[in-house]
């Protein structure tokens, strides 16, 4: 169906070919209703957006105040990337995983992970091509490749023997499993698979062998693999999340998007990279070239001082994101709500109470919301197989999780 449009008189019908494809975003209802309810006086403990509320890094925000003023900072910057960015997270990868890039094939910046994952696709499948990717996943992950044409394929986190995805035979095997089978009922074959671990909103994380799998079966059938490692440094209880790129011969059919976003608790300033195989990092790098002119220039130099002079920031936040877990977990098993501890991202995946289960992920998030005053995310919002969850974004304190905590046992009179 297209827009009608009136013009001098005349009228004519516009067709919104990508926008009317889109099915209603769940997320919008909540928001809405949280901003209603907040008009009405309500005190909203939200856990509803992975907005991080921590503050940035204090040298890169000096940093920032220093570049701006600037003048000369204030022209046009580099879609890719200025070089001492690029060489920064080329040191951080080293740092990190023992990883080694090269500033001028390996990396381009993009203004952060959704701009890099939406235009990755652009110069990776057409229309007539396929992609795979997890269901549940975070929304950008299903609907990238749509925009550029594709058709998606969705593989379920959770397969047999496999609570999202680490299973008794180890983890991801479920996910694995279900990998292989949709590649071979999926004609003609996938392009792309994306993935993402720890993974948003499931939670679910995987090993180094995992990986060494993934990219074996890439490497084995020639597609190329999309890694959104967005909580790289979300690990919790001693797990330290992998990266693709560590596994020999990763490059030859891998790229990975890291960004600033939860490591730095810098998500407003829109910081993020395509790194690995070099001929698909120089492709995006000729888009962006075409498509804009890059991250303001004085926030590409505060994120280089962030980078090489606060190199310990993501273990601060990591640690503060862990008790908040652990406060919210504790919080919610005191009322008999049973909750796995992730071990990994900042958020909780939250399996509906039974005596709640037949509402679905909508209905019961409105619940939660009108009787107690609290905000998640509805499972649904993620796609197919989210339907039986909510997602607790860890954006609170302890005292406001403890607050929430006692508005959800008067709430729930169902929970024993």
Partial sequence: MGTAIVRNGIAFRMELRRINGLPPYVFSTMNGMKEDARRRGADIVDFGFGNPDLPSPTVAVEKLAEAVRNPRNHRYSASRG????????????????????DPDQEVVTTIGA??????????????GDSALVPSPSYPIHIYAPL????????????????????????????FFTALVETWEATWPKPRVIVVSFPHNPTTACVD????ERLVAFARTHEVVLVHDFAYADLGFDGYRPPSVLQVPGAKEVAVELYTLTKSFSMAGWRVGFLVGNAEIVQALTKLKGYLDYGTFQPIQIAAIVAMREAP???????????????????G??????????PKGTMFVWAPIP?????????????????EAEVATSPGAGFGPGGDGHVRFALIENEKRTQQAVRNLRRALTKLG
């Fill in 312 to 330: 310990d920031y993501p273990e601060e936040l990591r640690h503060t994101y862990e008790r908040r877990r652990d406060a919210l977990c504790a």
């Fill in 208 to 211: 180094l062998a995992f990986m």
């Fill in 114 to 127: 959704k701009e890099g994952m939406s235009h990755v696709m652009w110069v990776l499948v057409s229309p």
């Fill in 354 to 370: 039974e005596p709640y289960r037949e509402m679905g992920s909508l209905e019961f998030a409105k619940l939660l919301l009108r």
């Fill in 332 to 341: 919610l098993s005191s009322i008999g709500w049973d909750v796995t501890p």
């Fill in 147 to 174: 925009f550029a044409g594709a058709d998606v394929r969705q593989v379920p986190m959770a397969g047999p023997g496999n609570a999202g995805a680490g299973g008794h035979d180890g983890p991801g095997e479920g």
């Fill in 82 to 101: 200025i070089p001492h960015l690029r060489q920064a997270v080329c040191e951080l990868y080293q740092r990190n995983w023992a990883v080694e890039l």
